[in-house]
């Protein structure tokens, strides 16, 4: 795909997200945009560095590990850790990633949060959620985990809980899949209260197929990969 391609993809996508902002009553800017770069090479991610893109997402540490090598050189970009973090590849994340979308139990944050502290790094977490409740994905199903686990990451020092993340089921149309955005909007807002933490306030949900239903839901970070960089 050529840099004109990636840059249009940007733009079109800017102004749908724009848009869907506006039809919402809210402001673009509290909505940042997530170009999932999982599978695609450093190349491409350039391309997108050069129209004015910084943050992606990226499912593998190891994978993203060598893109951020390959990048060195560009000082802004903002890395986002949005697949499942096993534990063994959690001692990668502190200086690397700045947000992690998958945090899913109380080990795997403890695990972190000592990785964090060993490299005297912070890094903003959100939980995921399966709202969905399906069997092939990760996340807590229940309020009684959230509660949790969100205690436990609020609770440290390095690791600063921010949010929560979901993936909602596919092709559930529309009513159903904004009821699971709105759900998790409730949950957030519950958390941010009992725990006096306003700083708990992002949504990481909506990718290329619903992210308009999304921010009409409240997202604060939407996940597009396909949009700006083509099919897989």
Do not use: Y
Not at 37 to 66: C, D, R, W, Y
Not at 101 to 127: G, P
């Amino acid at each position: 795909m050529s840099k004109a391609s990636i840059k249009d993809n940007l733009a079109v996508v800017r102004q749908q997200l724009s848009q869907a902002a506006t039809e919402a009553g809210r402001s673009p800017e509290e909505i940042q945009l997530i170009a999932v770069s999982k599978t695609k090479p450093a190349a491409m991610i350039n391309e997108a560095v050069l129209a004015n893109h910084t943050a992606f997402g990226e499912n593998m540490v190891q994978e993203a590990i060598n893109k951020m090598s390959a990048l060195n050189n560009i000082d802004n970009i903002e890395w986002h850790m949005i697949g499942h973090l096993q534990k063994n590849k959690v001692k990668f994340c502190p200086g690397n990633f700045q947000w992690i979308h998958s945090i899913d139990s109380i080990e795997l944050a403890k695990k972190l949060e000592e990785r964090c502290a060993l490299k005297q790094q912070n890094i903003n977490v959100l939980i995921q959620v399966n709202l969905s409740q399906e069997k092939s994905k990760f996340g807590v199903q229940q309020l009684v985990e959230l509660f949790q686990l969100a205690e436990t990451l609020h609770a440290g020092h390095w690791i600063k809980l921010r949010g929560l993340m979901t993936i909602p089921e596919p092709d559930l149309g529309e009513a159903s899949t904004r009821k699971i955005f709105e759900k998790l909007r409730m949950w957030r807002d519950q958390l941010q209260k009992e725990l006096c933490a306003p700083e708990i306030n992002e949504l990481s949900m909506g990718m290329t197929a619903d992210f308009q239903w999304a921010i009409q839901e409240g997202a604060t970070m939407i996940r597009l990969g396909t949009a700006i960089f083509g099919p897989r």
